[in-house]
């Protein structure tokens, strides 16, 4: 009864507040020739850290030439990988540039899918303090006092909910992107096979019909091509 009357009061509290995100993930098609770039603004000096997570979902070999800026500064490089992962000291505020680079690519266009996250110096993605919350609401403060739980309690158990929520958000991301990689692995990998299939089906019907037709003029008193392979 008690572990569901926390539960009542968790589901309360998350879903009378807003949170503010310090974590992104995109998917981008990068056309063929092009060097594109991202802008992930840092405006808050409680962020200490910045985790870039890439990997191309298709086209081509899967690989992409990839850098971080920050103004002139280059952060970080990759060159024609398909996946990566970096973490980033915050040093300065600014604006980062997340960049992919496909230049060496004449024809084919790349898929890539990318997740951001911010850090402050614990380690921690949300900006969302439950205490400064359950401050405020008094009907959450009886509540806690009811069930004999202190506001601290109450305050750790939503924070590792929460890390637990964005841990399985990060790899339900992961995993979809796996998936589509491999899905497009599977396509090319059909379409490859089937090109050659019919391509070598037609070079042996050919060839068939070519050796049908030259037995035969074998046997064909006017034939010419018969006169010539009967000559040699």
């Not at 060097?35 to 000096?45: E, L």
């Not at 992961?174 to 059909?190: C, T, V």
């Not at 096979?193 to 037609?202: G, M, Q």
């Amino acid at each position: 009864m008690r572990r569901l009357t926390l539960f009542s009061l968790l589901l309360l509290l998350l879903s009378s507040t807003t949170l503010f995100a310090s974590e992104f993930d995109f998917t981008v098609e990068i056309p063929p020739g092009k060097f594109q770039c991202y802008f992930q603004p840092v405006v808050d000096a409680k962020f200490k850290s910045l985790e870039v997570d890439y990997q191309v979902i298709d086209g081509g070999d899967l690989n992409i030439n990839f850098m971080v800026l920050h103004g002139a500064d280059v952060l970080v490089q990759d060159q024609m990988k398909v996946d990566g992962s970096h973490k980033i000291e915050i040093k300065e505020l600014g604006d980062y540039q997340i960049c992919f680079d496909n230049t060496f690519s004449y024809q084919t266009r790349k898929v890539v899918f990318f997740e951001v996250f911010l850090f402050d110096a614990e380690g921690n993605l949300d900006d969302l303090d439950v205490a400064k919350y359950a401050n405020q609401d008094a009907q959450l403060q009886e509540r806690l006092a009811q069930v004999g739980i202190t506001l601290a309690e109450f305050h750790a158990t939503a924070n590792r909910i929460k890390g637990s929520l964005n841990k399985i958000e990060y790899h339900q991301a992961l995993l979809r992107a796996y998936e589509a990689r491999d899905r497009s692995i599977m396509s090319a990998n059909l379409d490859r096979v089937s090109f050659w299939s019919v391509l070598n089906a037609i070079i042996l019907m050919s060839v068939g019909g070519v050796q049908v037709y030259m037995i035969r003029s074998l046997f064909e008193e006017d034939s010419k091509l018969g006169k010539l392979l009967r000559r040699t």
